[in-house]
């Protein structure tokens, strides 16, 4: 069964900055898929933030991160990060990486909910003002 856990998130001020980890079950095949980060804030959808291929060469932003957020993978941890830097109260939200399923569509599914399965319990991330 595939399994992600997301790990990371924290209280912090704005300016400030996070790492978010999204580590794998050892049996997933990790690198045989894209990973994505949204992020979801009570009463609202889950927001698509960023997006790494499995072979890590293309990623995808929200232009509301782009410039103070980066993704990575470490496929030998079965595991991709999300730096978050300049952290806004706007990003304040509980953050939840999911696998993409529609690998040859990315680019316009890549911040697509429904593209995912297998999501976190989610971290949740608090930007205070």
């Known amino acids: 069964e595939v399994q992600l856990v997301e790990s990371g998130g924290g209280l912090v001020q704005a300016g400030g900055s996070l790492r978010l980890s999204c580590a794998a079950s050892?049996?997933?095949?990790?690198?045989?898929?894209?990973i994505g980060w949204f992020r979801q804030v009570p009463g609202k959808e889950r927001e698509g933030v960023s997006c790494i291929t499995n072979s890590g060469d293309t990623v995808y932003y929200a232009d509301s991160v782009k410039g103070r957020f980066t993704i990575s993978s470490d496929y030998a941890k079965k595991t991709v990060y999300l730096q978050m830097n300049n952290l806004k109260p706007e990003d304040t939200a509980v953050y939840y990486c999911g696998v993409e399923l529609f690998p040859y569509e990315l680019d316009s599914t890549w911040n697509v909910e429904d593209s995912y399965e297998f999501w976190g319990q989610g971290t949740q991330v608090t930007v205070s003002s």
């Open positions: 050892s049996g997933f095949s990790f690198d045989d898929y894209s």
